[in-house]
C-alpha cells in the first residue's frame, strides 16, 4: 500500500485521548501499516495494525476520532437545543482547558449585549458531563465554553482505511490460526507402531520431527474442543461472513429509511452503525429494524441508550420506538440486507427526535409504548395458544 500523504497544516480531526480521555486537535497520517496522530502542541503517536488484536478493540479507537467540533459563536446560541449532545471546556487548572463531551440539559436564555456593533451572549447552558473527571455532574457554561459536534460527518477516509487494514490483518491471523491448529499434534498424543501402509498414507507435519496419520489427524480432532478449562473455542464460527451483534426495534414508521436511523444514532451517540428497515405486512400500522455492528461493547452502549428511562424516541407523527426483548442477539445479517438499503443517496429527512422526561410528548409517548407492549404480550399469548393447538392436530394422542 502506498503511502498516504499528510493532510496538511489543517488539524481537522480531534481525538478523544486515554490518558485523561479529553479531546485533543490532530490530524493524520498513514504509511503502510502505521497510523500517526499528529498532535497541534503535543508529541505524535504511532499505532499499527498488529497493536489490534480483536474488532471490537479497533472499533473503539475509531470512534475516538471525529471531526473537529466547531467553536460556538456567540450569534449562534440558537443552535443548542435541550438533550444535545456537545463538546464543550472545563478548567483543570489555570490556562489549562480540556475537553469533554456533554448533554445539554436545560438553557437559560437571556438578551444579548450590544457594544461597537458586536454581539455577546449571556445565556446559560446547564451541562451533564458523559466523561472525564466531572462525569455524571452537571454545571454551567456560557457560549465561549460549548463547540458543536459535527456528528454528521463520515468517518475520516484515514481512520477508516486504517480500521480496515486491523479488520484485514485479523481476519487473516485467525485463519493462519486456524489452518495450524487443525493440522498440529500434540506431542502426548498416544501412537501405536506404523506399519508400512500407514507410513504411505502419511502426511507431511508443518512442525519439525513430527508425523501424521489418518488415525492420529482423525483422533485429533475429535479432541481438540477438550482443553483444561474454560469454553470450547470455535474458530470457524468467527471466520463465517455477516456473523454480528445486533438488536430488534419495534413500532417504526413504515416509511422510514436505514439511513435516517443511522445518522439519528451517529448524532446522539457518535457511534456509526448499520440499521436496517424490514418489510411489513399491509395490514400492520408499524414495522421492524435492526441496528448491526460489529463490536459487542459499542452496541451495548447504543443499547443502553435505548432503553434510557430519562428519554423516549419518537417520529415525526409521535409514534414511540419500543424495545420488547430485554437482550441483544448474535446472528447473519449478510442476506437480510438486500431486503433494504442500507443507505441512501439526497436529503436524509430529519423524522426522529428526542423527547425528555417531564415533557407532555415524552408523557404521550410513553402511553404508547405501554399499549404497544400489551399488544405485543396479547399477541405473544396468542402464538402460544396457536402453537399448543398445532401440537395437538399434528401429534394426537394414540387411544388404545
Not at 45 to 73: C, G, M, N, W
Not at 124 to 138: C, D, I, Y
Not at 295 to 308: A, D, G, T
Not at 319 to 337: A, D, L, Q
Request: hydrophobic letters at 35%; aromatic letters at 10%; a negative charge.
Amino acid at each position: 500500500m502506498a503511502t498516504q500523504p499528510p493532510a496538511g497544516d489543517t488539524f481537522d480531526l480531534e481525538f478523544r485521548c486515554a490518558d485523561d480521555d479529553a479531546w485533543y486537535s490532530v490530524r493524520s497520517v498513514l504509511s503502510y501499516d502505521t497510523l500517526t496522530i499528529q498532535f497541534e502542541n503535543f508529541p505524535e503517536r504511532s499505532y499499527t495494525v498488529s497493536d489490534f488484536d480483536s474488532v471490537e478493540k479497533i472499533d473503539e479507537f475509531a470512534q475516538r476520532v471525529r471531526p473537529v467540533s466547531t467553536q460556538l459563536q456567540d450569534f449562534e446560541c440558537y443552535k443548542i437545543k435541550e438533550g444535545m449532545r456537545v463538546c464543550a471546556s472545563l478548567s483543570w487548572r489555570e490556562d489549562d482547558l480540556r475537553y469533554y463531551d456533554a448533554v445539554v440539559e436545560a438553557i437559560e436564555y437571556k438578551d444579548h449585549l450590544f457594544e461597537k456593533a458586536e454581539e455577546e451572549c449571556l445565556c446559560t447552558f446547564v451541562l451533564s458531563w458523559l466523561h472525564g473527571p466531572n462525569a455524571g455532574n452537571m454545571s454551567s457554561s456560557g457560549v465561549a465554553s460549548i463547540c458543536i459536534v459535527n456528528s454528521d460527518s463520515p468517518l475520516n477516509s484515514t481512520i477508516s482505511t486504517f480500521s480496515k487494514l486491523v479488520k484485514e490483518n485479523i481476519k487473516r491471523a485467525s485463519l493462519q490460526f486456524s489452518s495450524v491448529s487443525k493440522s498440529y499434534v500434540p506431542a502426548t498424543t498416544k501412537r501405536k507402531s506404523i506399519s508400512q501402509d500407514e507410513v504411505q498414507e502419511t502426511k507431511p507435519s508443518p512442525f519439525p520431527g513430527t508425523l501424521q496419520t489418518k488415525e492420529a489427524v482423525s483422533n485429533f480432532q475429535m479432541d481438540e474442543d477438550q482443553d483444561i478449562g474454560g469454553v470450547p473455542f470455535n474458530m470457524n464460527k468467527i471466520e463465517e461472513p455477516g456473523n454480528r451483534y445486533y438488536v430488534l426495534i419495534d413500532n417504526l414508521e413504515k416509511d422510514l429509511s436505514p439511513t435516517s436511523v443511522m445518522e439519528f444514532i451517529h448524532k446522539q451517540t457518535s457511534i456509526a452503525a448499520e440499521a436496517y428497515v424490514f418489510p411489513s405486512l399491509l395490514a400492520e400500522s408499524y414495522t421492524r429494524g435492526a441496528i448491526v455492528l460489529d463490536s459487542k461493547r459499542s452496541l451495548e452502549e447504543i443499547y443502553e441508550f435505548l432503553i434510557n428511562p430519562g428519554h423516549a424516541i419518537i417520529s415525526s407523527t409521535g409514534r414511540p420506538w419500543v424495545i420488547t426483548e430485554e437482550k441483544m442477539r448474535r446472528g447473519y445479517f449478510k442476506s437480510v440486507g438486500s431486503l433494504m438499503p442500507k443507505t441512501q443517496t439526497g436529503i436524509v429527512e430529519d423524522k426522529l427526535k428526542l423527547v425528555r422526561v417531564g415533557t407532555e410528548e415524552y408523557r404521550r409517548a410513553a402511553k404508547l409504548k405501554n399499549l404497544f407492549k400489551d399488544f405485543i404480550d396479547h399477541q405473544r399469548q396468542l402464538h402460544e395458544r396457536l402453537t399448543l393447538e398445532h401440537k395437538k392436530n399434528l401429534c394426537p394422542s394414540r387411544e388404545s
